[in-house]
């Protein structure tokens, strides 16, 4: 398979896990459970491993076509896109845990 295919599995997956992760969330919080520590390790190794899959995908999308785009100087976008969603994932766990 190509690292494009690939991406797109990857990122598929990565979707997935978000979605298991919410239906789980939903199904805790109707059971009061939601806020046990034990869960809240369980949601972070999801989320932790969804966005590593997100971000892998994005490499290789990059990866893929940086010669086609080369003209572009698109790496400070690319990095930019990256640093994004690479914060996000990190601000969202400082504030659950600092709490």
Do not use: H
Request: hydrophobic residues 50%; contains cysteine.
């Amino acid at each position: 398979l190509s690292p494009v295919c690939l991406g797109s599995l990857r990122r598929a997956a990565s979707i997935n896990a978000e979605y298991m992760g919410a239906l789980i969330s939903l199904i805790m919080v109707s059971r009061q459970k939601y806020g046990d520590e034990a869960y809240q390790w369980i949601l972070l190794a999801i989320y932790n491993i969804s966005y590593t899959t997100a971000l892998y995908a994005l490499y290789l999308f990059y990866a893929a076509i940086r010669d086609d785009i080369k003209e572009y100087n698109s790496f400070w976008k690319f990095l930019s896109v990256k640093t994004i969603v690479f914060a996000t994932y990190w601000q969202n766990l400082f504030i659950v845990y600092a709490r």
